[in-house]
């Protein structure tokens, strides 16, 4: 089927910390292999992998040595080839992360730029300037700290992330025909589609004058609302990179059937047609959902949205609720409700509580409305991507010692933001030494996990993990026209109903509500089927 993709259930690996096979406290391929009957219980679609490549780790991964190769640290091609066969044999397709915006400064095109010296052929291929006067501008990157590194001969270079992120010249041909390599080593070796990093990104001018770091700011939050298409970046979201996409949909439709992309875009909700566009990517992340509270209005308010954005692409929507890069959401809907006008505001209230170790949060309501919003997310016409261990009910680790921590955030804001280990800590598989995930893993699982081990919730009914395999079990059997109409509810009730029958009701306050006629299929709160319960979520089928 080549249109497979447009309402699959897609599983999120970070493979470093899923499973270790070899004992040495890393996730590894051949971790992946041996949970293949677990991720085929859960009755998943698809996975998507992390970066597996080359890394010094600097960023999680995301600073690509080699985009065509396996980390020895975590295996071999030939272990990537057993993993992607036991996979397929399970019904399950592969998807991997492409990282395109930026390499690893050990990557070999950047260390002959180095060696090579300013002027030369091998600089141009990343953004290098000179400047006598300090950076050429004042701009900070994601991650703190400048975006410019200055190298031995004086030259500086940009870096969008960490001075170990080197940004690729996306004018060069050789950037361009070095990727669709990429794209078309991955495909050769069975993978089905690719995740985009950063895909609005990529593609910039940086002629003089570039604005100072106020300005480009106050663009960058510019940008990020609708009716801004007119609104030239130097840096994000310019128009110029779907030429880029569309020559990738040549290769893509190289293959039978063809492969699927989808872009991890931080845009205006009016600009993911662009790169959901069926000549281009094809399917676009809709984060919107992602930073709603838990709010009837703002939930219908944005699927309405994002279904519109969806259809006007051709595409269909991708919902999220966790992934590598935020606070898991089950410690999320136990946070008091944030003031949200854009990502940043979000992502600066959400460290605030980082900084608090979530003293005083709703743990209990939280995991409550984790599964109750997912039965809703799960209920909805297009994709659904699940983060690992979100099907465990798990929480954010907030208690990691300084010491012990890897996201570069930390460091290069001094602790100041805490940055996004918590919600990368090794899965627990079992309640013994390391909690069954191998050697000591690579970052420090708390005591809590135990709780949460998939070996005590696979003996619990009504665990988180069981209500998951119910859950997309019941999707397959259920699924149907990408399509739903709301049906009328009372004030923090969502309902809506799918072609076939199949409705589905979220309360979203801390009342039990009236359950509508019909046959009940699913409730995300034990022991309840006469209401739909406070802070749940029930399926029905008319």
């Given at each position: 089927m080549s249109d497979w993709w447009r309402q699959a259930v897609v599983y999120q690996i970070y493979p470093r910390s899923f499973a270790d096979a070899n004992g040495d406290g890393i996730g590894d391929l051949k971790g992946i292999t041996s949970r293949v009957p677990y991720l085929k219980q859960l009755n998943v679609d698809a996975v998507w992998l992390s970066p597996f490549y080359p890394s010094a780790l600097k960023d999680g991964g995301y600073d690509v040595a080699d985009y065509r190769d396996v980390d020895p640290k975590i295996g071999t091609l030939a272990d990537f080839d057993e993993m992607i066969a036991a996979l397929k044999a399970a019904n399950i397709r592969v998807?991997?992360?492409?990282?395109?915006?930026?390499?690893?400064?050990?990557?070999?095109?950047?260390?002959?730029?180095?060696?090579?010296?300013?002027?030369?052929?091998?600089?141009?291929?990343?953004?290098?300037?000179?400047?006598?006067?300090?950076?050429?501008?004042?701009?900070?990157?994601?991650?703190?700290?400048?975006?410019?590194?200055?190298?031995?001969?004086?030259?500086?270079?940009?870096?969008?992330?960490?001075?170990?992120?080197?940004?690729?010249?996306?004018?060069h041909p050789d950037v361009r025909a070095d990727f669709l390599k990429t794209l078309r080593f991955w495909g050769e070796r069975g993978v089905s589609g690719f995740r985009i990093d950063v895909a609005h990104g990529l593609v910039k001018d940086m002629s003089d004058p570039l604005p100072n770091w106020e300005t480009l700011?106050?663009?960058?939050?510019r940008k990020l609302r609708n009716g801004q298409a007119k609104l030239v970046h130097p840096i994000l979201d310019r128009d110029e990179v779907h030429d880029v996409y569309r020559e990738w949909r040549q290769v893509f439709n190289e293959f039978d059937p063809p492969l699927t992309a989808v872009a991890e875009c931080w845009v205006a909700p009016d600009r993911k047609p662009l790169y959901a566009s069926a000549d281009g990517l094809g399917q676009a992340f809709s984060f919107d959902i992602l930073v709603c509270n838990f709010d009837a209005d703002e939930y219908k308010k944005c699927i309405d949205e994002s279904l519109r954005d969806s259809a006007a692409a051709g595409s269909s929507t991708t919902w999220v609720l966790s992934n590598h890069d935020v606070v898991r959401h089950a410690t999320r809907f136990g946070m008091p409700k944030l003031e949200l006008q854009n990502l940043h505001q979000f992502q600066r209230q959400c460290n605030d509580w980082l900084v608090s170790k979530f003293e005083g949060i709703d743990e209990v309501n939280g995991l409550k409305k984790a599964r109750?919003?997912?039965?809703?997310?799960?209920?909805?016409?297009?994709?659904?991507?699940?983060?690992?261990?979100?099907?465990?009910?798990?929480?954010?680790?907030a208690?990691?010692?300084?010491?012990?921590?890897?996201?570069?955030?930390?460091?290069?804001?001094?602790?100041?933001?805490?940055?996004?280990?918590?919600?990368?800590?090794?899965?627990?598989?079992?309640?013994?030494?390391?909690?069954?995930?191998?050697?000591?893993?690579?970052?420090?699982?708390?005591?809590?996990?135990?709780?949460?081990?998939?070996?005590?919730?696979?003996?619990?009914?009504?665990?988180?993990?069981?209500?998951?395999?119910?859950?997309?079990?019941?999707?397959?059997?259920?699924?149907?026209?990408?399509?739903?109409?709301?049906?009328?509810?009372?004030?923090?009730?969502?309902?809506?109903?799918?072609?076939?029958?199949?409705?589905?009701?979220?309360?979203?306050?801390?009342?039990?509500?009236?359950?509508?006629?019909g046959k009940v299929l699913l409730v995300s709160e034990a022991g309840v089927h006469d209401a739909v319960p406070a802070f749940g979520a029930v399926w029905l089928q008319a």
């Open positions: 998807i991997v992360d492409i990282v395109p915006n930026h390499c690893s400064d050990d990557h070999e095109w950047f260390r002959a730029a180095l060696k090579a010296g300013r002027g030369s052929p091998e600089r141009e291929r990343f953004i290098f300037r000179d400047s006598d006067n300090g950076p050429p501008t004042d701009w900070v990157s994601v991650f703190g700290g400048p975006s410019w590194t200055q190298v031995e001969d004086g030259q500086w270079y940009y870096h969008m992330f960490d001075t170990s992120q080197p940004d690729f010249d996306w004018s700011t106050d663009m960058t939050n109750a919003a997912t039965l809703m997310l799960l209920g909805l016409p297009g994709s659904t991507y699940l983060y690992q261990g979100e099907e465990l009910g798990l929480a954010e680790v208690d990691i010692p300084p010491s012990e921590r890897q996201d570069p955030t930390f460091f290069r804001t001094n602790g100041a933001e805490v940055g996004r280990d918590g919600c990368r800590v090794p899965l627990p598989w079992a309640e013994g030494d390391n909690f069954g995930f191998g050697g000591m893993a690579h970052l420090p699982q708390p005591e809590w996990f135990g709780k949460f081990a998939v070996s005590k919730e696979d003996r619990e009914a009504d665990s988180t993990l069981n209500l998951y395999r119910k859950a997309l079990a019941l999707r397959r059997e259920l699924q149907t026209a990408e399509e739903l109409a709301w049906v009328e509810s009372a004030s923090g009730v969502l309902h809506y109903r799918r072609p076939n029958g199949w409705e589905v009701v979220l309360n979203m306050t801390d009342k039990p509500v009236s359950l509508p006629k």
